[in-house]
């Protein structure tokens, strides 16, 4: 395991426990090429009300704002505590975004490798490198304790 990828786990950890207490704790980073955080975001579907507040997302949009060239993430890294969803997936192609690495993987809906693999299908222009399962058993560990406290399974 790379001790970069690694660090970029942990930080997306730290940005998953912000997460509102009503929120699924799951926190994603964007670093530029030289490893340097450009945004966190965590979960806010419940506290915004907004279906689109996915981590991913949020920190999307803030990366781009403070990026410099709109809203292309050439040679980005996302880092993200859960394998992304067919929306964050779908975003990460659009914002050409360079690599995604994440924790844990999500056999019902990730869309990076499990169910679907949306980043990698080669009809699309632009497939960001993927590394899944970083920090694994730490980020599931997140889930767990959010479920088993929420719905006690």
Same mark, same amino acid.
């Given at each position: 395991?790379? =001790?970069? %990828?690694?660090?970029? !786990?942990?930080? $997306? !950890? $730290?940005?998953? =426990?912000?997460?509102?207490?009503? %929120?699924?704790?799951?926190?994603?980073?964007?670093?530029?090429? /030289? +490893?340097?955080?450009? $945004? =966190?975001?965590?979960?806010?579907?419940?506290?915004?009300? &907004?279906?689109?507040?996915?981590? @991913?997302? #949020?920190?999307? =949009?803030?990366?781009?704002?403070?990026?410099? %060239?709109?809203?292309? #993430? @050439?040679?980005?890294?996302?880092?993200?505590?859960?394998?992304?969803?067919?929306?964050?997936? *779908? $975003?990460?192609?659009?914002?050409?975004?360079?690599?995604?690495?994440? +924790?844990?993987?999500?056999?019902?809906?990730?869309?990076? +490798?499990?169910?679907?693999?949306?980043?990698?299908?080669?009809?699309?222009?632009?497939?960001?490198?993927?590394?899944?399962?970083?920090?694994? &058993?730490?980020?599931?560990? #997140?889930?767990?304790?959010? /479920?088993?406290?929420?719905? *006690?399974?």
């Amino acid at each position: 395991m790379s =001790r970069d %990828d690694e660090r970029m !786990i942990r930080a $997306a !950890i $730290a940005a998953a =426990r912000t997460a509102d207490d009503a %929120d699924v704790p799951v926190g994603a980073v964007v670093f530029d090429e /030289f +490893g340097t955080e450009l $945004a =966190r975001a965590a979960n806010a579907r419940e506290q915004y009300g &907004d279906p689109t507040a996915h981590a @991913e997302i #949020l920190a999307l =949009r803030e990366a781009a704002r403070r990026h410099g %060239d709109g809203w292309r #993430l @050439e040679n980005a890294t996302l880092a993200v505590t859960l394998e992304p969803c067919t929306m964050c997936a *779908g $975003a990460l192609v659009l914002a050409r975004v360079d690599r995604v690495v994440f +924790g844990a993987w999500e056999p019902k809906t990730g869309a990076v +490798g499990s169910l679907w693999d949306v980043v990698r299908d080669r009809r699309l222009v632009h497939r960001p490198k993927v590394r899944g399962g970083v920090l694994e &058993d730490e980020c599931a560990a #997140l889930l767990e304790e959010f /479920f088993w406290s929420h719905r *006690g399974a």
